[in-house]
């Protein structure tokens, strides 16, 4: 298993502004992924972050929008930029475990609540 | 990647065994089927993962058909602290893609 913490857990941030999250996991990982959770909503997938290489973004997410760092195996952060309302959300980080043939696992953050007014 | 379909929404009352049934009609063969839950301001939480039959844990069972079409997730003697969104998901490789799920309401 992984544990995960995000900072901030919860921010409220003016629109036009910008919020970068932290992801910090306890052990080595590979590949650390972000989506966000709109109220009332299932996950959806922003991105992949590999160490060492660009992020993979889904569609509707583009790197200007969210630019990702991946600075090592451990650490992640996620750019929420040019903030306006429709971002508000709740923006969960998130690593996997398994290998292929044996199923996969994610663990996932606690999560980061904004609110952009 | 298969897509999943499950209720949107079960209620129950405590100390009842509630089944969650998902259907994936088009799983591959590489494919696991995997659940989480997840409680109101938290990240979904892992609960079981299964590829054929019977898996059971201390927190529920999983059964699976011969076909591998659909799945169900059972809950024994549900409690109220189990109220939650359960996420049935096919897992052949990371990302998981999440689908609407299950919004489970226990009852006292």
């Known amino acids: 298993s992984a544990v995960i913490s995000q900072k901030p857990s919860r921010d409220i941030c003016q629109r036009g502004t910008s919020l970068t999250i932290q992801c910090q996991v306890d052990?080595?990982?590979?590949?650390m992924f972000w989506y966000r959770q709109q109220p009332g909503q299932s996950l959806t997938l922003i991105a992949t972050?590999?160490?060492?290489?660009?992020?993979?973004?889904e569609s509707g997410f583009v790197i200007d929008k969210f630019p990702i760092s991946r600075p090592n195996l451990t650490f992640s952060t996620l750019t929420v930029s040019n903030m306006s309302p429709e971002d508000s959300s709740i923006y969960l980080c998130?690593?996997?475990?398994?290998?292929?043939?044996?199923?996969?696992?994610?663990?996932f953050g606690p999560g980061t609540r904004l609110t952009v007014t | 990647l298969a897509k999943t379909t499950q209720p949107i929404s079960m209620d129950s009352y405590e100390g009842q065994e509630v089944n969650i049934t998902c259907s994936h009609n088009?799983?591959?063969?590489?494919?696991?089927i995997t659940w989480y839950q997840q409680f109101p301001s938290q990240g979904p939480r892992f609960i079981i993962q299964?590829?054929?039959t019977k898996v059971t844990n201390e927190v529920a069972s999983l059964f699976i058909p011969a076909d591998r079409k659909s799945s169900t997730l059972s809950l024994p003697r549900v409690s109220l602290s189990d109220t939650a969104v359960y996420y049935c998901?096919?897992?052949?490789?990371?990302?998981?893609?999440f689908g609407k799920g299950t919004r489970l309401s226990v009852i006292a």
């Open positions: 998130s690593v996997e475990s398994g290998a292929p043939g044996w199923g996969y696992e994610q663990y």
């Open positions: 052990s080595q990982v590979t590949m």
């Open positions: 972050a590999n160490q060492g290489s660009e992020a993979t973004y």
């Open positions: 088009n799983i591959a063969t590489n494919d696991y």
């Open positions: 299964g590829y054929k």
């Open positions: 998901l096919v897992t052949g490789n990371t990302p998981l893609v």
